[in-house]
């Protein structure tokens, strides 16, 4: 049977509850907005104001719709002005105990065939609705913030919760324009369950003082193409609200991945919990503003990255101290799409370049895939033809790393095995001249072992670029326990001199991105085994939800089901973390032989080429 929704409550109006009403009031709704602050009810009413006045100055709306909109929200102070809802959302405080008091009034006010839905996204529905006089009708529905930007709304049912109310609330949400996911009830449910799984990693990441606050934001913007860095999007969420929500899915799941870091709860307790204080992980222009300002933390130079995102990113700053060593000229080892995209970013930035490989043919078809990178480069407009032709003429292809006797920077890009890197780096130890940087690309290797196999191991430095190398902006430099301070400058001027965003990181596994990024997809990997969602709704959910430009599951099968399984197994054998042990179900997959695009099948069947 259809439920009727066309008088809907919200009760607390605060930023996500007046975003729901402005939505619903928009849709054709008549919106009931209730909050026992008389002051939240006027700036909500002020912001439903504006918004529709910013719609129909865009041309979005008619004067003559902003007027019906606006008269279809009315606010109150009490919870009564409810009784005739047909549907009740509730976004108050993330407690459970005001939630439940609030839902034990509603059950004496509205009548029973009201639906009511808790906005939460880490508290029990279940217990929620246990509490409540009618079970069957309570339910979550998580919409996210901004809401009337935000396609995701996850409705969450509880196993006391009736179909008729879930498919009530879906059709409401596509009548919305949103995108309905249905999830069962867990804390997080499942964009943020993955989502603050992969914050926190990165707070605990800062804590260690493993990486700035600056080159964690930059890396996870720069090299997985996410709008926000996690750090920045903490102190949007609220350091007190994401530590409320791990709270509860590691209550949950005692996965230590889920257990707060301590920087929450130090920041929170003193106050700083991000935009809405003024100060977080970084310091705003006021309470309330996105406009980040320099502080004791920020680094010296005017050119660092801002945590906001912008169209352009200026150069990372190079480090104090050391001079970095002249680079005139690169050797790159490989023949792969990593090697030759390396091989082309310097080439056109006007290095000359070796670009050996194991054969003087490999060499050459190497050479040959990155003139038709460039042919592609002229045919959009981007390069010229003469420049395409000035370009090529700096890469001299070698069928040994002999070539390399007289290069200022040797960098490597063969396979990801640590055996083969240790002979290629002894035999750079013998050929290249002294002085000369040798330069791994390892992405989950230790650049340590790589070093030990020379008699020079402070030349020794980590340049993790990532694919395609042409397109991406970052950089990890990784320095070793060994690594001089004039090598480590030269990484970071050479990365500014071709282009790149570098970002400093020690010498453990993962690095920045890789270590935040793999325990999310593997996480990821368990919500499907464990029959909680599914592919297509994860995927959806972190695309919608959490802005991601593909969801984890597009992801996995363009890395590659192996080398993603190989990087989970050095971040678990690193770490020695139980959470962050490779999912059964990428096992058998790898075992089975799908290993994603490139084999055909992952965790989807592709056509082949």
Known sequence: MDIPLSTIAVVGLGTMGTGIAEVLARAGHEVIGIDISDAAAGQAAASLEAATARGARRGRMSEEERRTALARFRTYSDLRAAADAELVIEVVPESYETKREVFRALDGIVGPGTILATGTNALSVTRLAADSAHPERVLGLHFFNPAPAMKLVEVVSSVLTSPAAVAAVTALARALGKEPVAVGDRPGFVADGLLFGYLNQAAAMYEARYASREDIDAAMRLGCGLPMGPLALLDLIGLDTARTVLEAMYAASQDRLHA?????????????TGRKSGRGFYTYEAPGSGVVLPDALTPSTSTSLSPNPAPALPPSPAPTGAPGRPVRSVGVAGSGTMASGIAEVFARAGYDVVLAARSPEKA?????????????????????????????????????????????LAIEAVAEDLE????????????????????????????????????????????????????????????????????????????????????????????????????????????????YATLDDIDAAMKLGGGYPMGPFELLDIVGLDV?????????????????????????????????????????????R
């Open 420 to 531: 083969i890197k240790r002979q290629l780096f002894a035999t750079l130890d013998k050929v290249c001249r002294p002085g000369a940087v040798l330069a791994t690309t390892t992405s989950s290797l230790p650049v340590i072992a790589c070093a030990s196999a020379t008699s020079r191991p402070q030349d020794v430095v980590g340049m993790h670029f990532f694919n395609p190398a042409p397109a991406m902006k970052l950089v990890e430099v990784v320095r070793t326990v060994l690594t001089s301070d004039e090598v480590r400058a030269t990484a970071h001027a050479v990365s500014a001199a071709v282009g790149k965003h570098p970002v400093d990181c020690g010498d453990r596994a993962g690095f920045i991105v890789n270590a935040l990024l793999f325990p999310y997809l593997n996480n990821a990997i368990k919500m499907v085994q464990e029959h």
């Open 260 to 272: 707060p870091a301590p920087v929450l709860g130090r920041l929170s307790d003193a106050g700083l």
């Open 364 to 408: 050459a078809a190497a050479t040959s895939r990155i003139a038709k990178s460039l042919g592609r480069s002229v045919d959009k407009g981007r390069l010229t033809a003469g420049a395409r032709e000035e370009t090529l003429a700096r890469i001299t292809p070698a069928g040994t790393l002999d070539a390399f006797a007289g290069v200022d």
């Open 564 to 608: 993603s399984l190989a990087i989970e197994r050095a971040l678990h054998r690193e770490f020695r973390d139980p959470g962050l042990a490779p999912a059964p179900l990428l096992e058998h997959l790898v075992a089975a032989g799908c290993l994603g695009r490139k084999t055909g099948r992952g965790f989807r069947a592709y056509a082949r």
